[in-house]
C-alpha cells in the first residue's frame, strides 16, 4: 500500500481495530478482529497485529509507525505502558512505549494511560478518545463523559485532564442482565417510557440502588412487568445512579459526549432529564482524531 | 422412626434441609442435600424428599406432616403457594397449601410467602424465619434484618410484618467478586480494617457504590491493594450502602438480626459503626421455630 504513512490501532480488552492511514489523516482502510488483550498472551500480540495489517504493509523497505492506544499497554499486555498522572494532557509528545517487534517493518508505539492518584483511578483508551475530542472541539473546557462497560467522568480545562471518575455502570448493566436473578424477567427489545421511569427512579435515589434493583424483579413477579420494560429500566435506573451520583462532575459545566452510537443516545437522554444538553462526538472519529496526534507528535508522520 | 411427630422442610434455590421432629419440638434427626428447587422439574421434588426423610418414615401406616418453607413454594417450584400481602403476621393458620404426592405416607404443606404491593417487593422463605424470631423474641417491635443473597429488611409490630425491603447486596457481592473485573485483584482471607474502611465509605456515600467499586481495582493496580483487604472492601462497601439506604427502617429501632454466623457477625459490625446494637439470633433456630409454628398452627403436631 504506497500510500500508507502510518497505522492506527485501537487495541482493549476484547477487540483489535486498524487503521491504514494516509499522509493527511485518510483513513485507506479498516481491519478487525476479536483478538483482544485479554485473550493474548505477551508474545501473540505480534501476530494478531500482522494478520490485520500484513496486506497494507506487504513489501515495505522500512519500519511503518504504528500507535496503539488501549489495554494493549496494560501490564498483562503488549508491554506495560507506564500511567501519566493527571493533571495532565490527555496525550504528550514523547511518551508513546516501544513495543518489541520481531517482523522488521514495524515501529510500534503504545500510548500510556492515566492515572489519578487520589481518590486512586485508571484510564487506558479513554485518554486517546479525549485527546482526539479536544482536536474536534478546541478549547474545549468543562466535562467528558465516555459511556461503556466503565464509564469515565472527565475534567477538562484548559487542554489538560484534571481529574477524572470511573463507574462500572456497563460491567454492572451486563452481569445483572446475563448473571443475576434478573436475568429471569428480561427479555430482548425496548421501552423507553420503563428507561426514563428508571432514570427518573436512580437519578433520584442513588442511594438506593441495590433496593431498586430487586424492584424490578418482584414487579415482574407481581405485576407482570414485560421483559423488554425490565431491561429497559434496568439500564435506566444504572444510568440515572451514574448521572446523579456524577453530578459534581458536570454541573454548570457544558458536557460533550463520546461513545457508540445507541449507548451515548441514551446517556443524552438521561442527561437531558437532569437539564443537561449534552454535545455528542463519535467514538471512532475521536479515537483516530486521538491516535493522529499521539502519532503526530511523536512520530511525525501527519501534517 | 417412632417418636417422629412432623417433618420440617427448609427447601431454598440452591438447597434442601429436613430435620425429623418429635412431639415437644425436639429434633430427633437432620439430613441435607443439594437438591435446591432451582435444579428440580415439577415432579422432581417428591423424590428429592423422599432421598432424605425415607429412612425415616418406613413403615408408618398413615401420612406423616411435613411443613415447607421457602423458594418450594415459588411459581416454578412443587407447587405455588401465592403470596399473603403485608401488613399481615409471617405467618398464620390455615395458610399452608398442599402439595401434590403419590407416597401415601406423606402430607405435605407448603408455607406461603409475602408480597408488598407498593413498593413491590416479594420474600420466601424468611417469613418463617421472622414468625421464628418473634416465637424466640416474643412482643419484639423494631427492624429485622435477615442478611443474605437477597437481604431483608422487615417492620415488625404488634406481631405483623408492616414492610419489607430487598437488597441484592449478597449476589452483588458474588457476581463482582468471581465475574467482574474486580476477581482480578482479589484472593481469600480477610483484613478487618479494610472492611471497616469500606463499611465507612459506603455508609457515607451510598450513592457512589458505582465508582466506589471500581476504586478497588484502582488501588489494586496503583497501590498493590493486597488481594484479601480487597475483598474485605468490597464486602464493607456493598453492607455499608445497604445499611445507609436502610437508614429509615433502622433508625431509632430496636434491631435484630437473623443470619448464618460469620455475614451476620459482619452485618452486626457494621451496624455497631452507624450506632446501633443489634440483638442476633441463629439462623436455624428461627427456621425451625417457624415451621413449628406454621405446623402447629395447622396440622396441631406440636404442643
Same mark, same amino acid.
Given at each position: 500500500?504506497?500510500? %500508507?504513512?502510518?497505522?492506527? =490501532? $485501537? ?7 486498524? @487503521? ?6 485518510? +483513513? ?12 493474548? *498472551? ?19 523497505? *522500512? #519500519?511503518?509507525p504504528v500507535v496503539a492506544g488501549?489495554? =494493549?499497554g ?5 508491554v506495560?505502558a ?9 496525550v504528550a509528545p514523547g511518551t508513546l512505549v516501544p513495543a518489541?517487534?520481531? $517482523?522488521?517493518?514495524?515501529a510500534v508505539g503504545i500510548v500510556p494511560? %492515566? ?7 485508571? /484510564? ?7 485527546? !482526539? ?13 465516555? #459511556?461503556?462497560?466503565?464509564?469515565? @467522568? ?6 489538560? +485532564? +484534571? ?9 454492572? &448493566? ?13 427479555? $430482548? ?6 428507561? $426514563?421511569?428508571? +432514570? ?5 435515589? #442513588? ?6 434493583? &430487586? ?16 431491561? *429497559? ?15 459534581? @462532575?458536570?454541573? !454548570? ?16 437522554? *438521561? ?20 491516535l /493522529?496526534?499521539a502519532a503526530?507528535a511523536t512520530i511525525?508522520?501527519?501534517?
Open positions: 500500500m504506497k500510500e %500508507l504513512h502510518w497505522i492506527a =490501532v $485501537d487495541w482493549g480488552t476484547t477487540h483489535l481495530r486498524a @487503521w491504514a492511514m494516509g499522509a493527511d489523516g485518510r +483513513v485507506l482502510a479498516e481491519a478487525q478482529s476479536d483478538e483482544g488483550m485479554g485473550r493474548l *498472551a505477551r508474545e501473540a500480540f505480534e501476530g494478531a497485529l500482522l494478520r490485520l495489517v500484513d496486506p497494507w504493509i506487504a513489501g515495505r523497505p *522500512a #519500519p511503518v488501549g489495554m =494493549v496494560a501490564r498483562q499486555g503488549w506495560e507506564p500511567y501519566r498522572a493527571v493533571p495532565c494532557p490527555p518489541p517487534v520481531n $517482523d522488521p517493518r514495524l494511560g %492515566l492515572m489519578q492518584a487520589a481518590p486512586p483511578d485508571v /484510564m487506558r483508551g479513554e485518554e486517546v478518545q479525549i485527546a !482526539g475530542a479536544l482536536a474536534l472541539a478546541p478549547d474545549f473546557d468543562g466535562a467528558i463523559c465516555l #459511556p461503556g462497560t466503565h464509564s469515565k @467522568w472527565a475534567q477538562l480545562s484548559a487542554g489538560e +485532564v +484534571v481529574s477524572f471518575q470511573t463507574q462500572m455502570t456497563g460491567e454492572m &448493566f451486563a452481569l445483572l442482565s446475563t448473571q443475576s436473578v434478573l436475568r429471569h424477567g428480561l427479555a $430482548d427489545g425496548w421501552d423507553e417510557a420503563a428507561f $426514563d421511569g428508571g +432514570v427518573a427512579e436512580g437519578a433520584a435515589r #442513588p442511594e438506593r440502588l441495590l433496593s431498586h434493583l &430487586f424492584r424490578i424483579r418482584a414487579e415482574g413477579l407481581l405485576q407482570g412487568l414485560p421483559g423488554a420494560a425490565a431491561r *429497559a429500566r434496568l439500564s435506566g435506573l444504572l444510568i440515572g445512579a451514574e448521572i446523579a451520583s456524577a453530578r459534581p @462532575w458536570w454541573l !454548570g459545566l457544558p458536557v460533550l459526549l463520546i461513545g457508540a452510537g445507541p449507548l451515548t443516545a441514551l446517556y443524552a437522554r *438521561a442527561l437531558v432529564a437532569e437539564g443537561v444538553t449534552a454535545r455528542a462526538l463519535d467514538a471512532t472519529d475521536c479515537t483516530l482524531a486521538g /493522529m496526534l503526530g511525525g508522520v501527519t501534517e
